[in-house]
């Protein structure tokens, strides 16, 4: 197998992400659903301002009124940041230099800085684990992807049935 040799050839494009105002057991659910670690927290404008995830759900668990809880209330500060040309194995050891199990590529469009992909433990893990290049195709800025066309629809249809409607 070939090995990936940049945080590009394994992060994921498109970011789980939430508002500030989001309550934490909507956040804690979709980490469930979807199998993630994290969602980057956006502010009103869409700038990532910070993260939540298992860590800060956890620590949040027990606190008076959990159901009053938002994104804000919990939330890492700040989006851990690393660079798509780093190599995996800097990357791996920054990100466990710095305690975080989750790490993002930042894009900056007409001023709005939001996250765009990242790169987790999770993907560090499945490279170990790979037999060859088929089981990360899904990995990394080559990966196939639905259009964004194709992404809307999808959703689209999901929340009409979630609604009950056809």
């Known amino acids: 197998m070939t090995t990936p040799a940049l945080v590009r050839d394994l992060m994921t494009v498109g970011v789980p992400t939430c508002k500030h105002d989001s309550p934490a ?21 869409g700038h990532g301002i ?7 759900l956890v620590a949040a668990y027990g606190r008076d009124n959990p159901d009053e809880l938002k994104a804000e209330d919990i939330m890492t500060e700040g989006v851990p940041e690393l660079n798509p040309d ?3 194995t800097v990357a791996a050891q920054m990100m466990k230099d710095k305690g975080i199990r989750i790490a ?10 939001y996250p765009a ?5 999770r993907h560090i893990l499945r490279h170990i684990a790979a037999k060859d290049e088929s089981d990360l195709k899904d990995l990394g800025l080559a990966a196939e992807r639905k259009s964004p066309l194709e992404q809307f629809i999808e959703r689209r249809d ?7 409607m056809k």
Not at 38 to 45: G, I, Q, R, S, W
Not at 104 to 111: P, R
Not at 158 to 164: K, L, M, S
């Open 25 to 45: 057991k909507d956040i804690a659910h979709f980490l469930l659903e979807h199998h993630m670690e994290a969602m980057c927290v956006l502010d009103a404008e």
């Open 50 to 56: 910070g993260v939540v995830g298992e860590q800060e």
């Open 86 to 88: 780093l190599p995996l």
């Open 104 to 113: 993002y590529m930042l894009h900056n469009s007409a001023g709005i800085i």
């Open 117 to 121: 992909a990242f790169i987790s433990y």
């Open 158 to 164: 999901e929340a009409r049935r979630r609604a009950g």
